[in-house]
T-cell receptor, first 114, second 113 residues
């Protein structure tokens, strides 16, 4: 079974802090994704990566950056955390066998910015 | 752009009731369609999928049929259980272009004993 592991289940940070959310997958997947989940808005794509050192902006990239130095690890960075970034963050990965491969999700990191 | 619209929740049913969660989509091409489920405290899991028109996806008693003429992919189950209580997300992906899924807003299902 594919395992996608997010390093923290809960995080509390202060406004202005730099925040790192880490995600690791163990199935050699090329594609990795960061979504945020908010009530009534569903999942919104922040960034995704289709190869090491490659990244593309999603629908809401403002205030975020990402890093993919190794294939198995995809990090989401909040350069200067703000209260409107309080949310549930979900990492996912997918193999590159066409668009129909399923996404595999981690259990999420609930971030609170105070 | 591409989008997915789901019925708002929560949907509250008694055990053994029939479930329908509506999902319609807008897409510039020919998408593959998915239903994902999120149980409390967990990430999303793939429930079922359909990759072309008239395909029926099914799993764990849930079914959804890809209706191109109505651009819909409604989720159904004949007899729900308390353990089906979760949030259900409809999603699409195109075969070309961006390789990320577009999700609906999610529908919370609460099944009462």
């Amino acid at each position: 079974d594919v395992k996608v592991t997010q390093s923290s289940r809960y995080l509390v940070k202060r406004t202005g802090e730099k925040v790192f959310l880490e995600c690791v997958q163990d199935m050699d997947h090329e594609n990795m994704f960061w979504y945020r989940q908010d009530p009534g808005l569903g999942l919104r794509l922040i960034y995704f990566s289709y190869d090491v050192k490659m990244k593309e902006k999603g629908d809401i990239p403002e205030g975020y950056s990402v890093s993919r130095e190794k294939k198995e690890r995809f990090s989401l960075i909040l350069e200067s955390a703000s209260t409107n970034q309080t949310s549930m963050y979900l990492c996912a990965s997918r193999a590159s066998q066409g668009a129909r491969s399923p996404l595999h999700f981690g259990n999420g990191t609930r971030l609170t910015v105070t | 752009g591409d989008s997915v619209t789901q019925m708002e929740g929560p949907v509250t049913l008694s055990e053994e009731a029939f479930l329908t969660i509506n999902c319609t989509y807008t897409a510039t091409g020919y998408p593959s369609l998915f239903w994902y489920v999120q149980y409390p405290g967990e990430g999303l899991q793939l429930l079922l999928k359909a990759t072309k028109a008239d395909d029926k996806g099914s799993n764990k008693g849930f079914e959804a049929t890809y209706r191109k003429e109505t651009t819909s992919f409604h989720l159904e189950k004949g007899s729900v259980q308390v353990s089906d209580s979760a949030v259900y997300f409809c999603a699409l992906i195109l075969d070309t272009g961006r390789r990320a899924l577009t999700f609906g807003s999610g529908t919370r299902l609460q099944v009462q004993p």
